[in-house]
C-alpha cells in the first residue's frame, strides 16, 4: 500500500513557504492551496511510531490534498533552486537513460538557460517549469508528476516545437529534502543527443560496423567476421543478412567475404560471413550466440562508423 503523504509545507504570515521542521508553534501558517489556516504538528519525539514533523488543516476543503500541496512545494523549491543556480551560473549535472538510443547520458541542464518562469502559459499547455534561451524562447520544460502526468497534446506540443521535456516523478514528501537529487536523476528526459531525421523528425540510431579476426570454425585457417552493432535497444544488431546494399560493399571492402548460404535449419539462403579458403559460413543463430553475444560489453573491439540512420524512414 501507497504511504499516506503529509504536509510538511505551509505559507507562513508572509506568504513564505516554509517546512514543518523549521516552523515554530507561536507562528500562524496557512495551506498554499486552499490558503485555509494550518495547526503544526511537532511533537519532538523521534524514532518508531513517532510521525515527522507536518502540518495539518482544521477544515479539510475539498480540493486540497497532500500532493497537490506537494507538487506546488516542490515546483516552488526547485524554481527557486535554478534561479539561484542561474545567477551563480553553477552547474546542474542529470544523468539519464535515453529511450531513444538506450545509452546513459550526461548533461548540465543550464548550459544554454537564461531565464526560468514557472506556470508559462504557452496557449496550448501552462509548463510547471519552464525554461528560456537567450533569444527568450522556451526550449526545455520541467513537468513534476504527482498524480497527474502530462497531458497528450502537450507532450505533443513539445516534440513539434523541439521543446526538451523533463519529467519529475513524486513519491513522497522526502522528495522535498533532496530536490538536487531529484534532478539529477530526472524520471524521464524527452532528449537524445544523436541528430534528428530530417524526414520524420525522430532521432537517428547510429550503426557501427563490427569486423572480428577468427579462425574458421572448420578448416582453422583466418576468417573475417563481421556484423552491425546500433544503439537501438534489444534489436541493436544486424546480421548479414539484414543488410542494406550499401552495408554489404563496406563490410567488403573490409576483407570480409559475404556469400548467400543455404542453411539447412531455416530452410532458406540467405548472405552470411563465410570462410574464403573452405566456403564453411556462419549461419544467422551461431553467429548470434558465439560472436555479437561475446561482445556484448566489448568496448575495444574494431568498429567502423556506419553514421546515423532513421529506423522510421529506413535510410
Ligand atoms: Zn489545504
Ligand atoms: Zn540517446
Ligand atoms: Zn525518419
Ligand atoms: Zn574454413
Not at 66 to 90: D, Q
Not at 179 to 207: A, M, Q, T
Amino acid at each position: 500500500m501507497k504511504k499516506q503523504l503529509l504536509y510538511v509545507t505551509a505559507f507562513n504570515e508572509n506568504g513564505i513557504l516554509v517546512k514543518a521542521n523549521d516552523a515554530e508553534k507561536t507562528n500562524r501558517y496557512y495551506c498554499p492551496i486552499c490558503k485555509n489556516e494550518l495547526i503544526l504538528r511537532k511533537s519532538g519525539k523521534v524514532g518508531k511510531g513517532s510521525k515527522r514533523p507536518h502540518f495539518a488543516h482544521y477544515h479539510l476543503t475539498e480540493n486540497c490534498t497532500p500532493e497537490g500541496v506537494l507538487h506546488y512545494s516542490f515546483k516552488k523549491m526547485l524554481l527557486e533552486k535554478i534561479k539561484e543556480n542561474i545567477r551563480n551560473k553553477t552547474v546542474m549535472n542529470m544523468i539519464w537513460k535515453c529511450n531513444y538510443c538506450h545509452k546513459k547520458h550526461e548533461g548540465n541542464l543550464l548550459k544554454k538557460v537564461f531565464d526560468v518562469k514557472d506556470e508559462y502559459d504557452m496557449n496550448i499547455c501552462r509548463p510547471d517549469i519552464a525554461l528560456f534561451n537567450e533569444k527568450g524562447n522556451v526550449f526545455v520544460v520541467i513537468e513534476i508528476v504527482v498524480t497527474h502526468k502530462p497531458d497528450d497534446n502537450a507532450i505533443d506540443y513539445y516534440k513539434a516545437n523541439n521543446i526538451i521535456l523533463i519529467q519529475i516523478n513524486l513519491d513522497s514528501e522526502d522528495n522535498l529534502e533532496n530536490i538536487d537529487e531529484k534532478l539529477n536523476n530526472p524520471s524521464i528526459v524527452d532528449f537524445c543527443f544523436n541528430p534528428k531525421c530530417p524526414n520524420c523528425g525522430n532521432y537517428k540510431i547510429k550503426k557501427e560496423l563490427v569486423v572480428l579476426d577468427k579462425k574458421c570454425y572448420k578448416c582453422g585457417r583466418p576468417m573475417k567476421i563481421c556484423y552491425i552493432s546500433s544503439n537501438n535497444g534489444s534489436n541493436g544488431f544486424e546480421k548479414p543478412s539484414e543488410f542494406n546494399e550499401k552495408e554489404i560493399n563496406f563490410a567488403k571492402s573490409k576483407g570480409v567475404l559475404l556469400e548467400m548460404r543455404y542453411s539447412k535449419t531455416a530452410n532458406e539462403k540467405y548472405l552470411a560471413n563465410t570462410c574464403p579458403n573452405c566456403k564453411a559460413f556462419v549461419g544467422d543463430w551461431f553467429l548470434y550466440d558465439n560472436y555479437i553475444l561475446e561482445n556484448i560489453y566489448e568496448k575495444n573491439i574494431p568498429k567502423y562508423d556506419m553514421g546515423y540512420y532513421c529506423d522510421e524512414c529506413n535510410k
